[in-house]
């Protein structure tokens, strides 16, 4: 199993981003699928989840309703549409795979991962 992250970038404060994340190698419909992130200096944390049926999402507390992920299975593709981005959301972004039904907010829960996308924010 693979996964490819893209769509980084750097973006002043308010502005918005949408990242992606191709995963191939099995049934993409198998998966739920996550996003973390990783600021230079800290641990690694949780964004948000997608159930395996795309009927549940969870984010973590900060995204503050700002985050949306969604998926589309003819494209094997999961995405992170981050809108209203503050300085504090630069950080690498990762995205993460499980074979399993519901929503997963530990990254231990993640068998596979993406190599990362740069998000930059700047005031």
């Known amino acids: 199993v693979q996964l490819q992250a893209s769509g980084g970038g750097s973006v002043q404060t308010g502005n918005s981003l949408k990242l992606s994340c191709e995963v191939t190698?099995?049934?993409?419909?198998?998966?739920?699928l996550g996003w973390f992130r990783q600021a230079t200096g800290k641990e690694r944390e949780f964004v948000g989840s997608?159930?395996?049926?795309?009927?549940?999402?969870t984010y973590a507390d900060f995204v503050q309703n700002r985050f949306d992920i969604s998926k589309d299975n003819a494209k094997n593709t999961v995405y992170l549409q981050m809108n209203n981005l503050k300085p504090g959301d630069t950080a690498v972004y990762f995205c993460?795979?499980?074979?399993?039904?519901?929503?997963?907010?530990?990254?231990?829960?993640?068998?596979?991962w993406g190599q990362g996308t740069q998000v930059t924010v700047s005031s």
């Open positions: 993460a795979a499980a074979w399993a039904e519901n929503v997963l907010i530990v990254s231990d829960d993640y068998g596979y």
């Open positions: 997608i159930s395996r049926s795309g009927m549940t999402t």
């Open positions: 190698g099995r049934r993409f419909s198998g998966f739920v």
